[in-house]
């Protein structure tokens, strides 16, 4: 099986180039599945995909505003005179098996947007039109990642959640040559 290597929190991890269905059939309880996929952007669940959080470097838990300019952390048991935007954002992916909502964290939804979470930050509270056209921009790009898969019970239902552990525009000659070797095989 043809494989990406991918640096994760300084150790590397072998991953499996796999279409969405074969990679939820490979899932089970035991253990997550980590899987790379070339795939596109279909659609960005804009309401709730950005929040308010602490600014404490170690802290990224949401604020609530306690006044017209105090923010209140509960973890950190702390009031602040700002916050930080972050980014959990909930997209739908395409690939030639089908479709999957896939969670990206903020790194990695600032690189499929192209902006920081500040910068959205700003045009949502500024201009809310540029704001949402800042989110359609990559609607329908083509997307590289690595992404974890596992099960997950909430409520008594059982549902495989997908996140993703990096994302990049793909390399069209490294993709070339991975199918190639692919079709090398038969």
């Known amino acids: 099986s043809s494989g990406i290597n991918a640096e994760y929190g300084g150790g590397s991890m072998e991953t499996a180039v796999k279409s969405f269905v074969d990679a939820k059939a490979s899932i089970n309880e035991a253990k997550p599945e980590y899987f790379s996929n070339t795939c596109v952007l279909t659609f960005i669940k804009k309401d709730n995909c950005m929040y308010k959080a602490c600014p404490s470097a170690d ?11 105090e923010y209140r952390c509960e973890k950190c048991n702390r009031s602040y005179p700002n916050f930080d935007h972050r980014l959990m954002m909930n997209a739908k992916f395409a690939d030639s098996s089908g479709v999957e909502w896939i ?10 947007i192209g902006k920081t979470s500040s910068e959205l930050g700003a045009l949502k509270e500024s201009d809310e039109e540029a704001y949402e056209r800042a989110l359609d921009t990559p609607l329908f790009d083509k997307f590289t ?3 974890r898969g596992k099960l997950e019970t909430w409520n008594d239902e059982t549902r495989i959640r997908m996140s993703a552990l990096h994302v990049e525009q793909p390399d069209v000659i490294k993709e070339c040559e991975r199918l190639l070797s692919e079709i090398s095989m038969f």
């Not at 802290?59 to 300019?69: D, F, I, L, P, R």
């Not at 969670?103 to 499929?112: D, G, I, P, V």
């Open 145 to 147: 990642m690595k992404i």
């Open 103 to 112: 969670t990206l964290f903020q790194e990695n939804a600032e690189k499929l």
């Open 59 to 69: 802290c990224n838990k949401k604020v609530t505003q306690e006044g017209e300019s």
